[in-house]
Antibody, heavy 121, light 108 residues
Framework: EVQLLESGGGLVQPGGSLRLSCAVS????????MSWVRQAPGKGLEWVST????????NYADSVEGRFTISRDDSKNTLYLQMNSLTAEDTAIYYC??????????????WGQGTLVTVSS | SYVLTQPPSLSVAPGQTARITCGGN??????VHWYQQKPGQAPVLVVY???DRPSGIPERFSGSNSGNTATLTISRVEAGDEADYYC???????????FGTGTKVTVL
């Protein structure tokens, strides 16, 4: 069974940093691209970032470009999202999601249960 | 940037058919995927590549895509189908994934 388990969320002050982790099991991690998708309270889904199966290609939403960094450790079957210079607009549930291939133009299945990030003073 | 527009809400009686649209410029040239999200839960894929269903998804869920509109159709709607639904595509011009604005389906 494919499982994704996010961790690392919490309360952080504006301007602060946080690193999210997503531990996966049940599939060959290195064979699939992975993404982070967030959902602000009461709002819709917003794609944040994706990393290819090889880890060589990354893409970011304009809203986080230059502040967030996605990475993966295939030896630990873990996906990461380093978030810097956080603002209140980054407050959201952050989901990790397995993509349907190692490359691009994928769908997301399955998703983790999400981890809540709250940016507030 | 590429924009996907969905109606904010849709109400349907049990046993009837719900049709949720997703509008985008020449969306028919893209592959569209659909997700169901129930309150307090993570999204679940219900249709991929315009009209294919993952294992475990009822045949009542189907999809189509042509021109500037993609559609998710839920036949014989049940109370358990009440949820938010999102469409999603890959925008090759920006190398970004894009989600639709979401549609809240209420079963009367």
């Amino acid at each position: 069974e494919v499982q994704l388990l996010e961790s690392g969320g919490g309360l952080v002050q504006p301007g602060g940093s946080l690193r999210l982790s997503c531990a996966v099991s049940g599939f060959t991690f290195s064979s699939y691209a992975m993404s982070w998708v967030r959902q602000a309270p009461g709002k819709g889904l917003e794609w944040v970032s994706t990393i290819s199966g090889s880890g060589k290609t990354t893409n970011y939403a304009d809203s986080v470009e230059g502040r967030f960094t996605i990475s993966r450790d295939d030896s630990k079957n873990t996906l990461y999202l380093q978030m810097n210079s956080l603002t209140a607009e980054d407050t959201a549930i952050y989901y990790c999601a397995k993509e349907s291939s190692a490359y691009e133009a994928n769908w997301f299945d399955p998703w983790g249960q999400g981890t809540l990030v709250t940016v507030s003073s | 940037s590429y924009v996907l527009t969905q109606p904010p809400s849709l109400s349907v009686a049990p046993g009837q058919t719900a049709r949720i649209t997703c509008g985008g410029n020449n969306i028919g040239s893209k592959s569209v995927h659909w997700y169901q999200q129930k309150p307090g839960q993570a999204p679940v894929l219900v249709v991929y590549n315009d009209g294919d269903r993952p294992s475990g998804i009822p045949e009542r869920f189907s999809g189509s895509n042509s021109g500037n509109t993609a559609t998710l159709t839920i036949s014989r709607v049940e109370a358990g189908d009440e949820a938010d639904y999102y469409c999603q595509v890959w925008d090759r011009s920006s190398d970004h994934y894009v989600f639709g604005t979401g549609t809240k389906v209420t079963v009367l």
